[in-house]
């Protein structure tokens, strides 16, 4: 079972893909950022859109996992990342993928042990769990974690992997 893990943010959306094999073995797929630059906010998230569509056609993943917004002082910072998390969410549905959520707090503690490690944590975490991955920094590695989040969580649900 491929899931693909997104870390939802305007300039930069993290992504990662892992397979999940019988037995609960993770393996890294790919990973990676879709990034846009500083400017109008409707360009920024077709940008986002299109990135993560080609995403899912490249790697074909079969569930979504996608990081929960948290509360942020910053009122028009919030706004903007719930557009970038719309986005995030939108894409995979409309794919006809299963999307689940994850509040950070409970990816940290799934893949560190500790609902408030720092991203230095969870990126170490990341590449003791996923062998061989090299994440491009620390957005595609919290998307990484958000998906091992999911495969552990649907594991010991007793589930199959988006049942």
């Not at 930069?12 to 073995?25: A, F, H, L, S």
């Not at 990135?51 to 509360?71: C, D, M, N, W, Y």
């Not at 910072?77 to 995979?92: C, E, Q, T, Y």
């Not at 590695?141 to 594991?155: E, N, S």
Request: proline share 5%.
């Amino acid at each position: 079972m491929r899931i693909i893990g997104i870390d939802p943010g305007l300039r930069r959306t993290g992504w990662g893909v892992i397979e999940r094999r019988e037995g609960g073995r993770l393996s890294h797929v790919a990973s990676g950022v879709v990034a846009t630059q500083a400017g109008d906010l409707a360009p920024r998230l077709a940008v986002l859109a299109a990135g993560l569509r080609a995403v899912l056609a490249a790697h074909a993943p079969q569930i979504a996992s996608v990081e929960k917004t948290f509360v942020n002082r910053d009122p028009a910072g919030a706004l903007k990342l719930g557009h970038a998390r719309a986005i995030a969410l939108l894409v995979p549905a409309e794919a006809g993928l299963s999307v689940f959520e994850y509040a950070p707090n409970e990816v940290k503690k799934t893949v560190v042990g500790v609902g408030h490690a720092e991203k230095a944590q969870v990126a170490h975490m990341v590449k003791i769990l996923l062998p061989g991955a090299a994440p491009g920094g620390a957005d595609a590695a919290d998307a990484l974690a958000i998906a091992i989040c999911h495969a552990q969580h649907a594991g010991f649900a007793g589930l199959r992997v988006g049942a």
